[in-house]
């Protein structure tokens, strides 16, 4: 495993790191499991952003006697209300939510106090100027997080918090489809001049934002660097072709500043499947062979990543959860027996949608959800 320091914090990370949001769904003996193999292949980094109690208790197990030996990405902002996730500013609720998480984890500080999920300029000038900011700093002179990073999915916004001084990295989502985003949701626009070709089509603001970070030493860990698992099959990638594991992880550790890929694992099996990476040739590593012959469109506005920012829902339902089956429904001819079990099994389902449409309102990918909770509650009958 091969180590870099994120941005000037002196912590030296593995380049591959370990996403928790899977774990949110396994018992505590599955969880032990995934951490022992990233333990095993030389990762300690890991990132907490979920809310739900027992993955936190759950990570804090699997990490006893053992915590020195792991940097944490741990989130402020990220509480557990009724039931759901949620994300809030209400100082009330966070503190008790961030305490939770020191005591869940069995530990009494956080490597990387992550302000959680920014998508909006006018958001971003709210919390860094008001309250939260400042209980962010308390927090850093108490020592009970040792530095400060925040967490987003657009690039404005990561760029003003590089630019900001305050802030000593930024966890981003990153992978080639999301880089081919255009600057607005007309696609018919996106290889327009305005797009340089010795960029590769990547959207100017998104280089900027690399180059941003490297120049100011903020550093870079990833998210959804497979883009929801849907680069792995040419059905669902948006170029019509399939990448690895390892072609994405090297797409991401290959831009400005970036430190990590936090990949998301079910089991030991798909950290070994990330962790190959190490060990690869260059032919393996190759994701510009395969775009070169693929379609040249961006990853469409509208497509579900299953990160759960979506919640809370007012009826119940996961949904990031639910629009992960409807994808794996579709991409057989006939639903299988696993997946159409699991949709059985959740407490809500598609049926029970309201149409609020508050989910939509918080989605960082404009996922239409209450138009795919029908599609998903037709297919399901």
């Not at 990833?222 to 040419?234: P, Q, S």
């Not at 919640?311 to 409807?326: E, F, H, R, S, T």
Request: net charge negative; hydrophobic share 40%.
């Amino acid at each position: 495993m091969r180590y870099r320091e994120i941005g000037k914090t002196g912590l030296m990370a593995s380049e591959i790191g370990l996403g928790g949001e899977w774990l949110e769904r396994h018992n505590t003996e599955e969880v032990k499991a995934v951490i022992e193999a990233c333990e095993k292949e030389g990762i300690n980094i890991l990132d907490c952003w979920m809310s739900e109690p027992n993955v936190r208790s759950n990570i804090g197990l699997a990490l006893k006697g053992k915590r020195s030996r792991w940097i944490i990405q741990g989130h402020i902002g990220s509480i557990w209300e009724n039931g759901q996730y949620a994300r809030s500013r209400d100082l009330v609720k966070v503190k008790p939510a961030f305490e939770d998480l020191l005591a869940r984890l069995q530990t009494d500080y956080i490597d990387l106090g992550m302000i959680h999920f920014i998508d909006h300029a006018d958001e971003f000038d709210q919390v860094i100027n008001g309250a939260f900011m400042d209980y962010v700093r308390q927090l850093k002179k108490e020592g009970k997080i040792r530095h400060i990073g925040m967490s987003t999915h657009n690039p404005q916004t990561a760029k003003m918090a590089a630019c900001h001084g305050g802030i000593d990295m930024i966890l981003f989502s990153i992978n080639p489809a999301f880089d081919m985003l255009p600057p607005v949701e007309d696609l018919e626009t996106y290889f327009s001049d305005k797009y340089d070709e010795k960029l590769g089509g990547i959207a100017p603001e998104r280089e900027e934002l690399y180059k941003i970070c490297e120049q100011n030493c903020v550093g870079i860990t990833v998210m959804k660097g497979y883009a929801g698992g849907r680069l792995f099959h040419a059905e669902t990638s948006p170029f019509g072709v399939a990448l690895t594991p390892v072609q994405c992880i090297h797409y991401a550790l290959t831009r400005p500043a970036v430190a990590a890929v936090m990949a998301g694992f079910d089991n030991p099996q798909h950290v070994y499947e990330a962790v190959a990476y190490e060990a690869a040739t260059e032919e393996e590593k190759d994701y510009a062979g395969v775009l070169a012959a693929a379609p040249k469109h961006a990853f469409p506005v509208g497509q579900c990543t299953y990160c759960g920012h979506c919640a809370p829902c007012p009826a119940g339902i996961d949904i990031a959860m639910v629009n992960k089956l409807y994808d794996l429904a579709c991409m057989q001819d006939e639903i299988p027996g696993t997946v159409r079990a699991h949709y059985q099994q959740l407490q809500a389902n598609a049926a029970d949608c309201i149409k609020c449409k508050g989910c939509e309102s918080r989605c960082p990918f404009h996922v239409p959800v209450a138009d795919r909770m029908e599609k998903t509650k037709a297919l399901f009958l």
